[in-house]
């Protein structure tokens, strides 16, 4: 009952499982932070509750940090042990294995400037992309290409909220 009073941190689209907060992990690690547990949580149920979403890539990124090759090696090495660590929770609350794959992008992909605090912090983070379907539930069914349009555009209007909190949450600190 605490949960469903909570915000929603988790929501569905049509190519991802979306969440406005970030997993955290250790430094330089990939221990996952005791405040992430109850996130991920709600990752497994929500997968739990739409087994049409038949595989998700759990994508770890990294910052870039260093220059030199060893650390480009780190970061990769690291994204990837995060997103092995995030599979390996979300398998352990019921998840089959067989739906998720981890792949660590290290700094190949970054969505802010890695020359400011609040950029680095929105690079290091954990997306689930859904790669695999069987079929959609009913409710987008037989839809017109302009309904689902409207439904894309909805949700996107919904779920502003998550960058705004994502950059607020950098910027804490």
Not at 9 to 35: K, L, Y
Not at 66 to 84: K, M, P
Request: with cysteine; glycine share 8%; aromatic share 4%.
């Amino acid at each position: 009952q605490e949960r469903q009073q909570q915000q929603r941190r988790v929501f569905v689209s049509h190519t991802q499982i979306e969440v406005s907060e970030s997993v955290h992990f250790g430094g330089n690690s990939a221990d996952i932070q005791a405040g992430s547990l109850p996130l991920l949580d709600e990752i497994a149920d929500v997968m739990l509750h739409h087994p049409h979403i038949t595989l998700v890539e759990v994508g770890g990124h990294c910052s870039d940090i260093g220059a030199s090759e060893s650390q480009d090696a780190w970061e990769q090495e690291l994204s990837q042990l995060r997103a092995d660590a995030v599979v390996a929770h979300l398998t352990s609350r019921g998840v089959e294995p067989s739906r998720l794959q981890a792949r660590g992008y290290g700094d190949t992909r970054p969505i802010g400037s890695n020359r400011s605090k609040t950029g680095r912090a929105l690079n290091r983070r954990v997306e689930f992309v859904i790669k695999e379907v069987t079929e959609w539930p009913d409710d987008t069914q037989g839809q017109s290409a302009a309904a689902l349009a409207k439904q894309l555009r909805t949700d996107l209007d919904s779920n502003r909220h998550l960058v705004d909190a994502l950059i607020a949450a950098a910027a804490a600190g």
